[in-house]
């Protein structure tokens, strides 16, 4: 119950406008034919961002050397940007009692946002043999 209720005050505080970012930046990524992974990494974590009480990011076991290029290009192109956003929405959000768990929502969306490629979200608790927690 009580994540549904944190959900939802995310939801109306910080978790709509930043699923309409994500969402808007992986439609751009995915016009670009080259970029599509970095669209469809967009969208996942639009959708983390959307809801992110009750779940967790952790590696994918099967990612590979691709996914680490590509996260060393997403870091250089986007990753640092998003990063600095979401440090700075979290400070934004700590000034109030309410805030401090939406603040550390964001915090917890820094992870995903920094390496997003080889990253999958899975609910709470769900262990993925092979992974390890990055958030």
């Not at 700075?88 to 700590?94: N, R, Y």
């Amino acid at each position: 119950m009580l994540r549904l209720v944190l959900n939802v005050i995310w939801l109306v505080l910080s978790g709509f406008w930043l699923f309409l970012g994500y969402l808007a930046a992986g439609i751009v990524a995915c016009l670009l034919i080259v970029t599509i992974p970095f669209g469809i990494a967009s969208f996942r974590i639009g959708v983390y961002a959307l809801w992110p009480f009750g779940r967790d990011v952790v590696r994918r076991p099967t990612a590979g050397a691709a996914s680490t290029i590509g996260n060393v290009l997403w870091i250089i192109l986007f990753g640092w940007w998003l990063v600095l956003g979401h440090i700075g929405t979290a400070l934004a959000l700590a000034v109030t009692i309410i805030g401090l768990p939406m603040a550390w929502a964001n915090l917890k969306l820094i992870p995903v946002s920094l390496l997003p490629l080889g990253s999958q979200i899975v609910d709470a608790g769900t262990y993925v043999p092979g992974s390890r927690i990055a958030g």
